[in-house]
């Protein structure tokens, strides 16, 4: 098994050495948009531990990750009067995984309507938008 790189994208925002429009935090784990965003509402769950992927995260982690993947799932639902939900998770870059530290992607979907395309920025201004609506729908 690969080791865990502590410089990853999602070890400095846990560090706060780069910014994110969090939506949920515990304990355990931190939620927040995903600014390259495949649908309104595509937001993401980390550990707040250090793991790779599923592959390697211990039982806790992952119990963490999927209790607060299911409470945003919900809340999008509700936040952006979605059809339903896709929660997707990938392992090692064969998998699909691009970033290596375990994190679970929330995205509200819409009858008829496709995913954007992959690797896309997303408008700022729509993030924060979403973001208040999800924080909104945990809130009640």
Same mark, same amino acid.
């Given at each position: 098994?690969?080791?865990? $790189?502590?410089?990853?994208?999602?070890? #400095?925002?846990? !560090?706060?050495? %780069?910014?994110?429009?969090?939506?949920?935090?515990?304990?355990?784990?931190?939620?927040?948009?995903?600014?390259?965003? !495949?649908?309104?509402?595509?937001?993401?769950? %980390?550990? #707040?531990?250090?793991? !790779?992927?599923?592959?390697?995260?211990?039982?806790?982690?992952?119990?963490?990750?999927? /209790?607060?993947?299911?409470?945003?799932?919900?809340?999008?639902?509700?936040?952006?009067?979605? $059809? /339903?939900?896709?929660? @997707?998770?990938?392992?090692?870059?064969?998998? /699909? @995984?691009?970033?290596?530290?375990?994190?679970?992607?929330?995205?509200? !979907?819409?009858? /008829?309507?496709?995913?954007?395309?992959?690797?896309?920025?997303?408008?700022? $201004?729509?993030?924060?938008?979403?973001?208040? #609506?999800?924080?909104?729908?945990?809130?009640?």
């Amino acid at each position: 098994m690969t080791t865990y $790189d502590s410089d990853n994208i999602f070890a #400095k925002l846990l !560090r706060q050495e %780069i910014p994110a429009e969090v939506i949920y935090e515990d304990a355990a784990t931190l939620a927040f948009m995903d600014i390259m965003p !495949r649908s309104d509402g595509h937001c993401l769950v %980390i550990p #707040k531990t250090p793991c !790779r992927n599923l592959l390697d995260a211990s039982p806790e982690q992952v119990a963490a990750v999927a /209790g607060v993947a299911q409470k945003l799932a919900v809340a999008a639902k509700t936040a952006f009067e979605a $059809d /339903g939900v896709t929660v @997707q998770q990938f392992n090692e870059a064969a998998g /699909g @995984q691009e970033v290596f530290h375990l994190h679970v992607h929330v995205l509200p !979907r819409h009858t /008829g309507v496709a995913l954007r395309a992959a690797g896309q920025m997303g408008d700022m $201004d729509e993030i924060k938008a979403n973001a208040a #609506k999800l924080r909104a729908a945990l809130a009640g």
